[in-house]
């Protein structure tokens, strides 16, 4: 069973003592964000969620889109090459590039900017 072990305004510490670890999760405040992605012209931004290994085939966007990753995680193939982002991530996708992604076992949230 993990514990908390501590906090501040950016992170929690979490104790894992079968595994002898501690994991640092970040803690994201979604308006904060949401703000900075309109400051850096990002008209339009939400938070979207997809249920664990949701998959989404090749495809393109008209816009530039930004994806700043809340919980879970998502890979994401372009050019090649497939990156994983986890909690506290951002991934950018420029307009009408070709790209797939595929969530994490248990699904990914994330905040989506398009400008």
Same mark, same amino acid.
């Given at each position: 069973m993990s514990s908390l072990v501590g906090t501040d305004?950016?992170?929690?510490?979490v104790a894992d003592p079968?595994?002898?670890q501690c994991?640092?999760?970040?803690? +994201? &405040?979604?308006?904060?964000?949401?703000?900075?992605l309109q400051r850096e012209s990002f008209s339009h931004a939400y938070v979207w969620e997809d249920g664990p290994n949701a998959r989404y085939p090749d495809h393109t966007h008209r816009t530039e889109t930004a994806h700043i990753i809340l919980s879970g995680e998502?890979?994401?193939i +372009? &050019?090649?090459?497939s990156n994983t982002y986890h909690a506290g991530d951002r991934?950018?996708?420029?307009?009408?590039a070709?790209?797939?992604?595929?969530?994490g076992p248990?699904?990914?949230?994330?905040?989506?900017?398009?400008?």
């Open positions: 305004s950016h992170s929690l510490v079968q595994i002898g994991t640092i999760i970040p803690v +994201m &405040n979604e308006s904060e964000l949401i703000a900075q998502m890979t994401l +372009m &050019n090649g090459e991934c950018d996708v420029p307009a009408n070709v790209h797939a992604a595929i969530m248990r699904g990914c949230r994330y905040l989506v900017g398009e400008r």
